[in-house]
């Protein structure tokens, strides 16, 4: 019997999913989106900082049109969803450059990879993903914003979970 080392060793998460085929699968898996990379940055940081906090980025890769970022959490910290929006935000505001032209030029998707299930309850989800397109007050949705933050909980997969 072969023996599997755990995707919960970032390190081991990293190695597997630094690989442009690996990534490219991934993200296709998660957000049914067909990308086009050469390199997938490991720790990445820009190289101008961004708002007071330094963000380090697990996974990061970029396509002309998209922005990739896949980070994956052993722990969910008391401010897991408050830090991993702060970094979600700082891939769209480093995008502008000056107030004259307020355009992302890439859609940024932001996958955030759980590798443990709290035990303070506080997650009971497979999958969560928050958009940021405007509800009209007639409830419907108005499609601006292609960006997308999804929270995946493997250990937490039933039947409902489904991704795309």
């Known amino acids: 019997m072969m023996k599997v080392i755990p995707l919960s060793s970032g390190v ?9 085929e690996v990534f490219q699968e991934f993200v296709n898996d998660v957000l049914d989106l067909t990308i086009e990379i050469d390199q997938v940055h490991t720790e990445y940081e820009y190289p ?8 380090r980025y ?8 998209q922005r990739i970022i896949v ?4 722990i969910k910290e008391e401010d897991f969803f408050d830090r991993f929006l702060y970094y979600h935000l700082i891939s769209l505001v480093e ?4 107030s004259n032209e307020y355009h992302f030029n ?18 009971n989800f497979s999958c969560a993903v928050s958009e940021m397109n405007p509800l009209s007050e007639q ?24 991704l795309k």
């Open 12 to 20: 081991i998460f990293k190695r597997a999913f630094s690989r442009p």
């Open 48 to 55: 101008k900082p961004v708002g007071f906090v330094r963000s």
């Open 58 to 65: 697990d996974l990061f890769a970029e396509d002309p049109q």
């Open 71 to 74: 980070e994956i959490q052993h």
């Open 95 to 98: 995008q502008i450059n000056d």
């Open 106 to 123: 890439r859609a940024v998707y932001t996958i955030i990879v759980l590798t443990s299930v709290p035990r303070d309850g506080s997650v």
């Open 139 to 162: 409830g419907e949705t108005i499609n601006l914003y292609p960006h997308r933050l999804v929270f995946l909980c493997p250990r937490l997969v039933n039947e409902q979970t489904r």
